[in-house]
């Protein structure tokens, strides 16, 4: 189990809203119980923890009882080092 930091660009789950997990020094790959830490674009916080991933995309308990599916949509797991001074590696998922 791992936890993420992550960043939404909407205040709140929404369709159509991206979610961006960057990590400087290790490989993304979400899982099953992972937690997250989500900054939203109002400043606040939220919590969630990875229900189920598949090959389509992870759901999400956000802790409210409020569940969301997010889609792959930018998957770079493996940027060699340096090659994005943002990050080593990111991931980007579309909320449905």
Do not use: C, K, Y
């Not at 991206?18 to 939203?40: E, G, K, N, W």
């Not at 916080?45 to 189920?52: C, E, G």
């Not at 797991?77 to 080593?88: D, H, I, M, Q, W």
């Amino acid at each position: 189990m791992m936890h993420w930091h992550a960043d939404i660009n909407a205040a709140a789950f929404t369709s159509g809203a991206t979610l961006t997990v960057l990590s400087q020094h290790q490989v993304v790959r979400l899982a099953r119980a992972d937690t997250l830490t989500i900054d939203t674009t109002n400043g606040q916080s939220i919590s969630a923890v990875v229900l189920n991933r598949s090959d389509v995309g992870v759901r999400l308990d956000l802790g409210d009882g409020e569940r969301v599916f997010l889609g792959i949509l930018v998957d770079e797991s493996l940027l060699p080092p340096g090659e994005n001074r943002l990050a080593f590696s990111r991931q980007v998922w579309l909320a449905q």
